[in-house]
Nanobody, 123 residues
Framework: QVQLVESGGGSVQSGGSLKLSCATS????????IGWFRQAPGKERELVGS????????YYSDSVKGRFTLSRDSGKNTVYLQMNSLRPEDTAIYFC????????????????WGQGTQVTVSS
């Protein structure tokens, strides 16, 4: 069973950057498309972006497009979420998720979930 573990969260000031990592265990990393979600207190979980199995295609929500970048390193079994120009409204717990089935890149249904990492952006 593949497990997902997020890291890299923390506290930054508005305009700063963070790079989140989603590390996986198991030999089937490349079989999983990966999505990043976030959930702020009192708000619904939001799909931030997704990346295909090969890493060749990415999707971003309008709220982060142009500021966040997804990439994956199959040799390290890791997907990265580079977050630049952070804003206070980006404050949330960020989760990575994986799925085997083929689906639209903005499809929010995933099968495996990590525990999440907190990102706090102060003004």
């Amino acid at each position: 069973q593949v497990q997902l573990v997020e890291s890299g969260g923390g506290s930054v000031q508005s305009g700063g950057s963070l790079k989140l990592s989603c590390a996986t265990s198991g030999p089937t990393f490349t079989a999983y498309a990966i999505g990043w979600f976030r959930q702020a207190p009192g708000k619904e979980r939001e799909l931030v972006g997704s990346i295909t199995r090969s890493g060749g295609h990415t999707y971003y929500s309008d709220s982060v497009k142009g500021r966040f970048t997804l990439s994956r390193d199959s040799g390290k079994n890791t997907v990265y979420l580079q977050m630049n120009s952070l804003r206070p409204e980006d404050t949330a717990i960020y989760f990575c998720a994986g799925r085997l089935r083929i689906a639209a890149m903005d499809d929010p249904i995933y099968d495996l979930w990590g525990q999440g990492t907190q990102v706090t952006v102060s003004s």
